[in-house]
């Protein structure tokens, strides 16, 4: 059966809050969210101390078929890399430190969320 895909949005924008409050309470400094840019897009962007992070996150009901930071495939890691080299050159950011983090939520029964953090995903 397959899933409504309203249903699936919306599973994915309450995963994204849950991981903006999860990195915000890790302090780090949020900068942009679901920043677009060549078709694309990055789910957050932060820093970490003095050290740039792009934020891919993927969100599932449960890991019954594969768990979500699995779907983070090279080609995907390749648009975000693209995305984040425009976002650098659009906000005339050099010289600073990067690095690409995912995050991966599991919903948990009660509305929480299991939350895995990937840092230099890759």
Do not use: W
Not at 28 to 40: C, P
Not at 47 to 75: C, G, I, M, N, Q
């Amino acid at each position: 059966m397959k899933e409504d895909p309203q249903s699936a949005y919306s599973l994915g924008r309450c995963g994204e809050e849950a991981a903006l409050h999860y990195l915000e309470r890790k302090k780090f400094r949020i900068v942009a969210q679901g920043f677009r840019l060549f078709r694309g897009e990055i789910d957050i962007i932060a820093y970490d101390k003095a050290t740039l992070v792009f934020v891919e996150v993927k969100t599932r009901r449960s890991r019954e078929f594969y768990s979500p930071e699995e779907s983070v495939t090279p080609a995907k890691q390749k648009q975000i890399r693209k995305i984040a080299q425009g976002f650098l050159a659009l906000h005339k950011i050099m010289e600073v430190e990067c690095r690409f983090d995912v995050l991966s939520l599991i919903k948990a029964d009660r509305g929480e969320y299991i939350i895995r953090h990937f840092k230099n995903a890759f």
